[in-house]
């Protein structure tokens, strides 16, 4: 988030230095704009709208940065609908759609295209620049050499006044270079200007691209194929919707910011572990047997309090039954996925922001996939 708004203010700084530079100098650059008013005001108006165009596309991608670390945090409804971001809105607007790898490939590709897109307006101003700069160096050297060939051409060697004659014509020839240095140094100093605040808006651009691949391959990459959840739910107890229900507590947790590791199977039953940010771990399931899940739970803690020092990972069951029965402490209760998914909302994630805590969010995400694969044998 920081990265993203500094190169804003990287924008704004230098744009308000340019415009306390021009009012410092304002009778140079006066001089320089009326040496060829028509030719230098078309480049100093392109200057402005690719000045403007850049803010403009800058602050069109705020929002729809701001929705996207929304929805990270499991603030799926944030009042905003995005443009640039859409297809991944609409991918996401059925939070039990399955996204395979090909799939999501698909959805960045397009997101990358439509940021190709705002890049190539602000490329084409910055190459419009260049051009008209160009052209004003071509424009003036027409003058200057057409100046030129017209004093050689009417000028008399033999007369007494042949120098205030040539001091009389070379007024033409000087103009076109006035022409063609201003022009070009219009240009080309536009182009720069155009050119480094673009590449500030490729950096948001490019930052903004990045967190959302990173997420999307995290949360929606890990779901397992559909293969392989039914082959982990054919033997489970729970025969009617098995499949159905541990999608949608699969969905519940990714859409509240935790980050789902693995769908195993303990005893027969499906079982989702989700790891969450201050060393929480969840196991979801259907399973209402009160021992069995004493039994994980009890099991967690010795291998925890084995291997782990001064760290408590604090675990928690969440069980998704329609059976009114007491299975104990640390296991919450839900009659169904919708209920499950309603206190996920209300108690998201916290996605870690800073490098040290995404590295300790990693290594202890890790430690607890090793625990899980070792009990679930």
């Known amino acids: 988030m920081k990265k993203f708004h500094r190169n804003l203010n990287i924008m704004s700084v230098f744009t308000a230095v340019l415009l306390i530079l021009a009012l410092i100098f ?3 650059f006066l001089n320089i704009a009326i040496t060829n008013i028509i030719l230098n005001g078309i ?13 403009v596309n ?14 990270f945090k499991g603030r799926a409804n944030y009042g905003f609908s995005p443009k640039l971001l859409r297809p991944i809105s609409l991918a996401l607007r059925n939070k039990h759609l399955h996204i395979s790898t090909s799939d999501l490939t698909e959805l960045l590709d397009l997101v ?14 910055t ?6 700069g160009l052209l004003g160096t071509f424009w003036g050297l027409i003058i200057t050499v057409g100046g030129f060939a017209q004093i050689l051409m009417n000028i008399n060697f033999d007369s007494a006044s042949v120098l205030h004659e040539m001091q009389l014509g070379m007024a033409g020839p000087l103009s076109g270079m006035a022409t063609a240095f201003t022009s070009s140094l219009l240009g080309l100093a536009g182009s720069l200007i155009v050119g480094f605040l673009g590449l500030q808006l490729q950096f948001a651009q490019t930052t903004m691209f990045n967190e959302l691949s990173d997420f999307m391959s995290q949360h929606i990459l890990q779901r397992p194929s559909e293969d392989k959840c039914n082959q982990i739910c054919e033997c489970a107890p729970v025969k ?8 949608e507590m699969f969905d519940s947790f990714t859409s509240a910011g935790y980050d789902v590791r693995q769908l195993t199977r303990l005893d027969r039953y499906p079982i989702i572990v989700a790891v969450g940010t201050h060393e929480q771990l969840f196991i979801a399931t259907l399973c209402d047997d009160r021992n069995l899940l004493q039994s994980i739970l009890k099991q967690l803690d010795l291998c925890f309090a084995d291997t782990l020092d001064n760290i408590h990972i604090n675990t928690t069951v969440f069980c998704v039954s329609s059976n009114n029965v007491d299975l104990g ?14 206190y996920l909302m209300k108690h998201p994630n916290n996605i870690p922001e800073t490098s040290e805590d995404k590295d300790t969010f990693a290594a202890y995400a890790e430690y607890i996939d090793a625990v899980m694969e070792y009990i679930s044998k």
């Open 26 to 28: 304002w009778r140079t």
């Open 43 to 55: 480049i100093i108006g392109t200057i402005f709208f690719g000045i403007g165009l850049c803010f």
């Open 58 to 71: 800058m602050f069109k991608l705020l929002p729809e940065y701001n929705w996207m670390h929304a929805y």
């Open 112 to 125: 990358a295209v439509r940021i190709e897109e705002e890049r190539d307006s602000v490329r084409y101003v």
């Open 127 to 132: 190459n419009t620049l260049i051009f008209l």
């Open 240 to 247: 009617e919707d098995t499949y159905t229900k541990i999608s």
């Open 329 to 342: 402490d640390r296991v919450k209760r839900f009659a169904t996925t919708e209920a499950l998914d309603n």
